[in-house]
């Protein structure tokens, strides 16, 4: 079964600089999804940036980067450029290509922007 | 409508009653999925609609959690005899087939507290 971890509940960055939040799988599969979800205050779970298994190029959207390590089964979230608005929770989850129904997600990582 | 909208917003039950809640998806998306969010946690996946199929129920937690989905659109999320252990942030999300691995589509959630 694939799990995954985000190993940092809560995180702090000061506003304008770079943070990382971390993410870590276990998967005996080739191909999957990786994906960052974005979870305010609003609770609405908005997507971040979607990573599919087969590439090797790291996936970026604007501020948003990942670092995805294949091997290491690793898929970190960079914020460039943190802004007051990025304060959330952020969800890592990871979808198999085989079935429909499992996306699994970690625990979350509490995001705090400090102006 | 142009997002998935979920109702109640919040819901406060006592102990041992039903509840029922609803989604409903982005007209179009064939796939609806419930998850259960407890506090400090991931997001617990319920049950998958898709189409016409048979929902695939595996996680569901109990026999008292139930849901329905009527003529592929708007679907019911039921909960008989709540208990203190239900309470937690209800979240659907639907996506067109085609798109699955592009990531969901997420409403807002229900909010749901028993005492």
């Known amino acids: 079964a694939q799990t995954v971890t985000q190993s940092q509940p809560e995180m702090s960055v000061q506003e304008a600089e770079t943070v990382t939040l971390s993410c870590t799988y276990d998967t005996s599969e080739s191909d999957y999804y990786l994906f960052w979800y974005k979870q305010p205050p609003s609770r609405q779970m908005i997507l971040v940036i979607r990573?599919?298994?087969?590439?090797?190029q790291n996936a970026t959207e604007n501020r948003f980067s990942v670092n995805f390590q294949k091997a290491a089964k690793s898929f970190s979230l960079k914020i460039s450029d943190s802004q007051l608005g990025d304060a959330a929770m952020y969800f890592c989850?990871?979808?198999?290509?085989?079935?429909?129904?499992?996306?699994?997600f970690g625990a979350g990582t509490r995001l705090t922007v400090k102006p | 409508g142009a997002g998935v909208s979920q109702s109640p917003s919040n819901k406060v039950t006592e102990k041992g009653k039903d509840v029922e809640l609803r989604c409903d998806p982005i007209?179009?998306?064939?796939?609806l999925y419930w998850y259960r969010q407890s506090l400090g946690q991931g997001l617990e996946f319920l049950i998958y609609f898709q189409g016409n199929s048979a929902p695939d129920k595996s996680g569901l937690p109990s026999d008292r959690f139930s849901a329905e989905r009527t003529g592929g659109s708007v679907s019911t999320l039921t909960i008989q005899r709540t208990q203190q252990e239900d309470s937690a942030v209800y979240l659907c999300?639907?996506?067109?087939?085609?798109?699955?691995?592009?990531?969901?589509?997420f409403g807002s959630g229900t909010r749901l507290t028993v005492v």
């Open positions: 990573q599919e298994a087969y590439k090797q």
């Open positions: 007209s179009g998306h064939t796939a």
């Open positions: 999300a639907s996506s067109r087939q085609s798109y699955l691995n592009y990531g969901y589509t």
């Open positions: 989850a990871y979808r198999t290509e085989y079935n429909n129904n499992d996306m699994r």
